[in-house]
């Protein structure tokens, strides 16, 4: 079984900054696509930034420029660092992966979610 397992979440003022880290545990062949998505209370789960295997990243147009996505292969491991924070960033952060188990094939797997709130 694989296990997302997100942290770095918390309250934070705005303009401030927080780094979220997720990392991957199980019977792991490889892991391929990763992402995190937030979901604001009322609003639809949307994507916030993704890497692929290779390291290339694509962000939201909302984050571009304060948000940096990185990857440790070597740890399975997806970052995310959060700067100038805005009350609109605030939300339930979920880390999502495209994971490949010994003997198996590719599945997506959802972490439990982390809370990011931003006070004004």
């Known amino acids: 079984q694989v296990q997302l397992v997100e942290s770095g979440g918390g309250l934070v003022q705005a303009g401030g900054s927080l780094r979220l880290s997720c990392a991957a545990s199980g019977s792991i062949l490889s892991i391929g696509f990763m992402a995190w998505y937030r979901q604001a209370p009322g609003k639809q789960r949307e994507l916030v930034a993704s890497?692929?295997?290779?390291?290339?990243?694509n962000y939201a147009d909302s984050v571009k420029g304060r948000f940096t996505l990185s990857r440790d292969n070597a740890k399975s491991t997806v970052n995310l660092q959060m700067g100038s924070l805005k009350p609109e960033d605030a939300g339930v952060y979920y880390c999502?992966?495209?994971?490949?188990?010994?003997?198996?094939?590719?599945?997506?797997?959802w972490g439990q979610g982390i809370q990011v709130t931003v006070s004004s």
């Open positions: 890497i692929t295997s290779r390291s290339t990243t």
């Open positions: 999502n992966a495209v994971v490949t188990q010994n003997g198996g094939r590719p599945a997506f797997y």
